[in-house]
T-cell receptor, first 113, second 112 residues
Framework: QKEVEQDPGPLSVPEGAIVSLNCTYSNSAFQYFMWYRQYSRKGPELLMYTYSSGNKEDGRFTAQVDKSSKYISLFIRDSQPSDSATYLCAMSGGSQAGTALIFGKGTTLSVSS | NAGVTQTPKFQVLKTGQSMTLQCAQDMNHNSMYWYRQDPGMGLRLIYYSASEGTTDKGEVPNGYNVSRLNKREFSLRLESAAPSQTSVYFC???????????FGSGTRLTVV
């Protein structure tokens, strides 16, 4: 079992929809949880960061971490065509690779106008 | 602009050729990483350097070597390129664990 599982999609939604993206993980030592957004042919960029369990909100984006279920989510409200990208979950803490983030495979999102 | 700079952006190699991918950051970050990204496989860690003077293997190190030249620069070398190394390579850096990474724009490598 891979340490981080993420449904690759693709996910297609109309403009204005609420989007839910999810990852599950197996390593209970993970404590830093992040979401990255990657536009086509670009490098990933940090979107949201959460330490341990709980919620974090930034504008239209909300990140949730449920450590008891080993499950993290990213919600996008009022989705826009500019949100069309691949979203990667990432986490670290307790990994054998020091500070290195372990990434999910990414979910490709398309928002149509 | 501050950030992570990767060179070259594109490269085509013949099987057996060697090359070095360059990465430099100007944010005074301690840790640097090399990932490869393949369709359906996500980002996989090749090598990392937690601090200047140290390097360690990641998930997929075979066929690669690295050098942390100084705090700013972290290079990735392919000694004898193989078609299986066709991929997009990303360099990233961070201040330390728990901080987000800054990624470069990637190097698209094709081995024929």
């Amino acid at each position: 079992q891979k340490e981080v599982e993420q449904d690759p999609g693709p996910l297609s939604v109309p403009e204005g929809a609420i989007v839910s993206l999810n990852c599950t993980y197996s390593n209970s030592a993970f404590q830093y949880f992040m979401w990255y957004r990657q536009y086509s042919r670009k490098g990933p960029e940090l979107l949201m960061y959460t330490y341990s369990s709980g919620n974090k909100e930034d504008g239209r984006f909300t990140a949730q971490v449920d450590k008891s279920s080993k499950y993290i989510s990213l919600f996008i409200r009022d989705s826009q065509p500019s949100d069309s990208a691949t979203y990667l979950c990432a986490m670290s803490g307790g990994s054998q690779a020091g500070t290195a983030l372990i990434f999910g495979k990414g979910t490709t999102l398309s928002v149509s106008s | 602009n501050a950030g992570v700079t990767q060179t070259p952006k594109f490269q085509v190699l013949k099987t057996g050729q060697s090359m070095t991918l360059q990465c430099a950051q100007d944010m005074n970050h301690n840790s640097m990483y090399w990932y490869r990204q393949d369709p359906g496989m996500g980002l996989r860690l090749i090598y990392y350097s937690a601090s200047e003077g140290t390097t360690d293997k990641g998930e997929v190190p075979n066929g690669y070597n690295v050098s942390r030249l100084n705090k700013r620069e972290f290079s990735l070398r392919l000694e004898s390129a193989a078609p299986s190394q066709t991929s997009v390579y990303f360099c990233a850096s961070t201040t330390g664990e728990g901080y987000g990474y800054t990624f470069g724009s990637g190097t698209r490598l094709t081995v024929v």
